[in-house]
T-cell receptor, first 115, second 112 residues
């Protein structure tokens, strides 16, 4: 596609529920990233995929968070047993090569609100 | 531990004047720096970057200056235009690392 597409744009859920956030990167971009932006903060790294594999998941806050990219394109971020502190905008980005200095193209984000 | 700091949460500048946004970092391993611009309800978009082997990089109205000894960089926008009103994020990484570490952002408002 022309840009990075994220769905849903907004998600409201109750504490304890399971949530999936989807990212469709730019066609041909092999590197895909998830970031989280809490209110008043800058984006915070969660996980990076090169192709189908998670090359760096050191930013995932705990084992309630998991992400997959089974075919090397679309990625899903999964959050189990959501907590109010998970409320944030979840940003997905992609880049062509993923060599550390590449410019990331971000999607508009999925705003998650946990009540 | 905030490794990238933007100490000014907001800045207002008259249209046509120079806007200067500042960023400080603490991690001496960082050797590549980027500025992103964000409009409401949109993702951040890349603006300009600089490698630690340079002390200045210019692209049209935008110039980024890097002072490695002070661990400080700044973004200059001249002349400022109303469309420049946005939140600006400074980000840093060490080359080969896929993680970007972002600052908390500075909201720039250009006054017509």
């Amino acid at each position: 596609g022309a840009g990075v597409s994220q769905t849903p744009s907004n998600k409201v859920t109750e504490k304890g529920k399971y949530v999936e956030l989807r990212c469709d990167p730019i066609s041909g971009h092999t590197a895909l990233y998830w970031y989280r932006q809490s209110l008043g903060q800058g984006p915070e790294f969660l996980i990076y995929f090169q192709g189908t594999g998670a090359a760096d998941d050191s930013g995932l806050p705990n084992d309630r968070f998991f992400a997959v990219r089974p075919e090397g394109s679309v990625s899903t971020l999964k959050i189990q047993r959501t907590e109010r502190g998970d409320s944030a905008v979840y940003l997905c980005a992609s880049s062509l090569q993923g060599t550390g200095a590449n410019v990331l193209t971000f999607g508009a984000g999925s705003r998650l609100t946990v009540l | 531990d905030q490794q990238v700091k933007q100490n000014s949460p907001s800045l207002s500048v008259q249209e046509g004047r120079i806007s200067i946004l500042n960023c400080d970092y603490t991690n001496s391993m960082f050797d590549y720096f980027l500025w992103y611009k964000k409009y409401p309800a949109e993702g951040p978009t890349f603006l300009i970057s600089i490698s630690s082997i340079k002390d200045k990089n210019e692209d049209g109205r935008f110039t980024v200056f890097l002072n490695k000894s002070a661990k400080h960089l700044s973004l200059h926008i001249v002349p400022s235009q109303p469309g420049d009103s946005a939140v600006y994020f400074c980000a840093a990484t060490d080359f080969g690392n896929e993680k970007l570490t972002f600052g908390t952002g500075t909201r720039l408002t250009i006054i017509p």
